[in-house]
């Protein structure tokens, strides 16, 4: 399990809504590349791993997750200094010899309302 990044206090983060659609047959993979190099290279990089879920029933499985960062400056150098780290770029080679392990990603921003239950994050 990577180490916990800073905790932020939740009701002033920025945080990030991302949903992995995974290309056919490569769901597992996928799961395997974010237990065993991305969430730690997330937290390198001052990302923090906020909560994961599977959607196994939808075809071919969906990776849905949430990072936070302290705002959208923070997010933007975090994602280019994760995308050229060496740790990664050998890890996603890796792990797509055998092609794509995503059909689709999509991106959403959030920030927490001022009426919503906190969070502990970084715990």
């Known amino acids: 399990m990577p180490a916990s990044a800073p905790a932020l206090a939740p009701k002033n983060a920025f945080y990030e809504l991302r949903?992995?659609?995974?290309?056919?047959?490569?769901?597992?993979?996928?799961?395997?590349r974010f237990r065993n190099h991305t969430l730690a290279l997330f937290t390198k990089h001052g990302m923090i791993n906020v909560a994961y879920w599977s959607q196994p029933d939808v075809t071919d499985g969906?990776?849905?997750?949430?990072l936070a960062y302290k705002?959208?400056?923070?997010?933007?150098?975090?994602?280019?200094?994760?995308?050229?780290?060496p740790?990664?770029?050998a890890a996603a080679a890796a792990s797509e010899v055998g092609g794509k392990l995503t059909a689709k990603v999509e991106s959403v921003y959030?920030?927490?309302?001022?009426?919503?239950?906190?969070?502990?994050l970084g715990q």
């Not at 949903?19 to 799961?31: C, D, I, Q, R, S």
């Not at 959030?110 to 502990?120: A, G, N, Q, V």
């Open 19 to 32: 949903t992995y659609y995974a290309a056919p047959g490569k769901f597992e993979a996928l799961n395997a």
């Open 87 to 89: 740790e990664w770029q």
């Open 62 to 66: 969906k990776l849905i997750y949430v």
């Open 71 to 85: 705002d959208l400056a923070a997010r933007d150098a975090a994602w280019a200094a994760f995308r050229a780290d």
């Open 110 to 120: 959030l920030t927490m309302t001022d009426y919503s239950p906190t969070l502990r």
